[in-house]
């Protein structure tokens, strides 16, 4: 069964930082470009940030972009998420998701992980 | 404000069609861009319904269908049972931005 396994969030002060893991299962790991989708609560799908399937591109929301860092593990099959300077605005439930059609600009995400919630408090 | 519009509600009754919206840009699904189609029970992560605007993944079934048109496309409910009341989301790619998502609607059985 192709899974994504997520943890990691928690609570965090506003400026703090926190890594998100996403654990994969059921496929060939390397072979897939992995994103991040996060959703606040009662809003809707923000894409975050996403890397290809050898770890050399990466992409990142402007709302993000220098404050995380976006990696893979391709030996340990798991994707991370590394926040920094977090805000009040930063927190969501922080999906992982697996692309559905490798290298293409207009993919799919299939399937997503559980779900981390992430807290910063001010 | 999300650059794919969607309404933000819609209703129907059990065993009725309710037809959900999605209106781009040139920039995104006017420029041939595929459209996606999520569905997320609430408390739950997003489930792909739809890719490459009108194919099923395995195991949707074809109550669900979707259609794209100029810089618009659509998701399609027929048969609709409680069990979809749910918020639904597209998504596409944004020429000038990257991967784009809609603001969401919520589908309510009656």
């Known amino acids: 069964e192709v899974q994504l396994v997520e943890s990691g969030g928690g609570l965090v002060q506003s400026g703090g930082s926190l890594r998100l893991s996403c654990a994969a299962s059921g496929f060939t790991f390397s072979s897939y470009g992995m994103h991040w989708v996060r959703q606040a609560p009662g809003k809707g799908l923000e894409y975050v940030s996403a890397?290809?399937?050898?770890?050399?591109?990466?992409y990142y929301a402007k709302s993000v972009k220098g404050r995380f860092t976006i990696s893979r593990d391709n030996s340990k099959n798991t994707l991370y998420l590394q926040m920094g300077s977090l805000r009040v605005a930063d927190m969501a439930v922080y999906y992982c998701?697996?692309?559905?059609?490798?290298?293409?600009?207009?993919?799919?995400?299939?399937?997503w992980g559980q779900g981390s919630l992430v807290t910063v408090s001010s | 404000q999300s650059v794919l519009t969607q309404s933000p509600s819609v209703s129907g009754a059990p065993g009725q069609r309710v037809t959900i919206s999605c209106t781009g840009s040139?920039?995104?699904?006017?420029?041939?861009?595929?459209v996606h189609w999520y569905q997320q029970i609430p408390g739950t992560a997003p489930k792909l319904l739809i890719y490459g605007d009108s194919n099923r993944p395995s195991g949707v079934p074809d109550r669900f269908s979707g259609s794209k048109s100029g810089t618009s496309a659509s998701l399609a409910i027929t048969g609709l049972q409680a069990e979809d009341e749910a918020d639904y989301y597209c998504?596409?790619?944004?020429?000038?931005?990257?991967?784009?998502f809609g603001g969401g609607t919520k589908l309510t059985v009656l």
């Open positions: 998701a697996r692309e559905g059609a490798a290298g293409q600009l207009d993919t799919w995400f299939d399937p």
């Open positions: 040139s920039s995104n699904i006017g420029a041939g861009y595929g």
């Open positions: 890397i290809n399937s050898n770890g050399g591109s990466t």
């Open positions: 998504q596409s790619y944004d020429s000038s931005l990257s991967v784009v």
